[in-house]
């Protein structure tokens, strides 16, 4: 069964511009989660998907960070614009509920912002 | 006040020895979920092992169990034989609430490097 997947692994950018990270669920699962990780702290989540309707946003800084989930699968993290205190990593987890509330985790996106 | 703590920010275990990881927690619900992720420098988050609030044994996977005291609100992970490739970042999380089926947001605590030493 394959995993969570998510793209790029790796992004630098400069403060003010925008950034998108993309992230497939493993198959089948409904709930989709986004968490950012700063360096040194565990993660912290941003957004909650359920198919597509969002369940919980209550951390996600909406003046800058937007996703979506079209279609209840593929997922998107956009910042726009980004600052220095974005530098993190991103990541996408998913959950099949159910059966087990169990998030497996993607490997994440590394953005440094300069 | 934190809702996960792990006081240990980093630990030195000998191959073949066991160790164990602290992880404390405060939650004034009854149902409730503990989880611990392992995560190497590749970045990856992985699922170890879980224990649910009402569940009366401690629960283990494979080497790894997690030594469950409500009442002390603690979930401590022990990995027993420790190999190289056991070291890693360890987070400890929880899920508040009984499990519902739009999923539950996951709490993180700060997280335990763990270096086996040959």
């Known amino acids: 069964e394959a995993g969570v997947a998510q793209s790029p692994r790796y992004k630098i950018i400069e403060k003010r511009q925008s950034v998108a990270f993309w992230c497939n669920p493993i198959s089948g699962h409904a709930t989709l989660y986004w968490y950012q990780q700063i360096l040194g702290q565990g993660p912290k989540l941003l957004i909650q998907?359920?198919?597509?309707?969002?369940?919980?946003d209550s951390q996600l800084p909406k003046d800058r960070f937007s996703a979506e989930r079209l279609k209840g699968v593929d997922s998107t993290l956009k910042i726009q614009p980004a600052k220095l205190e974005d530098s993190a990593v991103y990541l996408c987890?998913?959950?099949?509920?159910?059966?087990?509330?169990?998030?497996?985790f993607g490997p994440g996106t590394r953005l440094t912002v300069l | 006040a934190q809702k996960i703590t792990q006081t240990q920010p980093g630990m030195f275990v000998q191959e073949k020895e066991a160790v164990t990881l602290d992880c404390t927690y405060d939650t004034s619900d009854q149902s409730y979920g503990l989880f611990w992720y392992k995560q190497p420098s590749s970045g990856e988050m992985i699922f170890l092992i879980y224990?649910?609030?009402?569940?009366?044994q401690n629960a283990t996977e494979g080497r790894y169990s997690l030594n469950f005291q409500k009442a002390r609100k603690s979930a401590n992970l022990v990995i027993s034989a420790s190999q190289l490739g056991d070291s890693a970042m360890y987070f400890c999380?929880?899920?508040?609430?009984?499990?519902?089926?739009?999923?539950?947001?996951?709490?993180f605590g700060g997280g335990t490097r763990v270096l086996v030493k040959p």
């Open positions: 999380a929880m899920r508040e609430g009984a499990f519902k089926a739009a999923g539950n947001k996951l709490t």
């Open positions: 987890a998913s959950s099949l509920d159910g059966v087990g509330d169990t998030q497996y």
């Open positions: 224990q649910g609030s009402y569940d009366e």
């Open positions: 998907f359920q198919n597509n309707g969002v369940v919980d």
